[in-house]
């Protein structure tokens, strides 16, 4: 049913003129998820200043039963921030509460408002001489509210964590528009529940988050980032292993790309060049940090240095410098929008455990091959945690639309297959609407009781973000 133009106006008095958006030509980059697979719809689009005016959206719509869709930077490729196409889901993005409301270097705590950019919460911890070490390829659009509720990983998840492990406290509006004031910087709090992990990765079904304290650590003084060519991915963990141990478990990036994903950034991505001289089937970035007492680069290379003479690796280097170390991260960089300037290609996000990775990825390849003959599995992720993309590019001489019409197919089995490694079919994106069915086809019957249980104690008519997760 149409929200009435009461309820609309009441809802725009709430933030002023500065806070709300009706006109289509100005609401459509908010309504497409960047994939441009789900596109939805909505009377208003509010952009409130403050926690005070979320509260009060969130009141007046539960008071006439209006559904909320919380928004972020709007990165997100699972649709979880793109409202219904019927226009009847308020779409609250949370853009202009972006300030940094405190920051104690020596606590290492920073209080960020949701709608912080990653990239402006980073530059703040530098700025004082701290790291916020939470980094993905999205950062520079996507906010901190939007990374808390998907539990963002990225690139430093080995060494620092999730977003749930760089999140202490969190202030959240309920769904009767109560705020909840959880911002606090403990460590360690043992009274009860502890709620805050309630709407970390709840992908905006909770509540609305509208600040966080984040952990920040100590700037690196020292940064070693090395590339090395190996032949297998169980080569891989243990090459992991052999640096971890070298380098005092001071690695915070172990990045896996497999000699496609190499090859297809280099022949489409401008300045990409090939990381060694020898050409193996696959290859490790790697990046470590030390503090000022450490030995970190002779560490790392007596590291390398051992694993080429006892032959796990079949190449390696370290960069000499910053724009070496650039280099390597832009080759890793390159391979997604390089898949993507290869043709038509099918993604996903998924997880396994490190160990059962090499396996994994050959029973993926035979499987897809057999589906799709001459299609190419471009395999690239974070090894370091096991989030892995068994993304698949289409056969040279074959449609894109007819490839693509094997999304379902392929990505299927890659979930399958996940499932039976003992993984996860998203260690990134969450579910949003793309992936309710693999939610309902994998999880047991337990965890999907204990989640509706869950969404209805929280927000009981339903209004936060419906038709997603569910
Ligand atoms: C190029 C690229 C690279 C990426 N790499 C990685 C990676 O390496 N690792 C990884 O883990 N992820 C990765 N991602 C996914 C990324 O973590 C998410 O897209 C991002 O965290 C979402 O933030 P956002 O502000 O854009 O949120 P949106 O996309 O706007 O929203 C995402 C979800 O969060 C909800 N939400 C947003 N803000 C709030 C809020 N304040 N309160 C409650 N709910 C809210 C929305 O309702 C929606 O369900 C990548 C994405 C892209 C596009």
Redesign the pocket.
Known sequence: MAIATDVLARLKDITGPDGWMSDPNLLAPYLS??RGRFHGNTPLLMQPASTTQVAAIVRECAAHQIPM??????????????PSPEGVQIL???GR?NRIRDIDPVAGTMTAE??C??ASVQTAAREVDRLFPL????EG???????????????Q?LRYG??RALTLGLE?VLADGTIWDGLSPLRKDNTGYDLKHM?IG?????????AAVLRLFPQPRQTVTAIAGISNIDGAMKLMERMQAASGERATAFELMSALAVELAVKHMDGVARPLGAQTPWYVLMEFHGGDGDDLGPAVEAGLGQALDDGDVVDGAIAQNAAQAQAMWKLRESI?PAQTKEGASIKN?IGVPGHRAEKFVDACASAIESLVPGSRLVAF??LGDG?LHMNVSQPPAMEPPAFLDQWDKITGVVHDLTMEFGGTFS????I?QLKRGELVRHKSAAALDSLARIKTAFDPQGL??PG??F
């Open positions: 998820e960047p869709v919380p928004q972020g930077g709007n990165t997100g490729l699972v649709g979880g921030q793109t609250v993005n949370l509460m949701a709608g950019l990653l980094s993905l390829a999205a659009s996507c906010q901190i509210g939007g990374n808390i509720a998907t539990n963002a990983g990225g690139t998840v999730t977003a959240v709407f709840s992908e905006g079904t909770l509540g609305i988050i509208t997604p996000d992720g974070h989030n260690a990134e994106h969450g949003g936060f973000n997603k997760i």
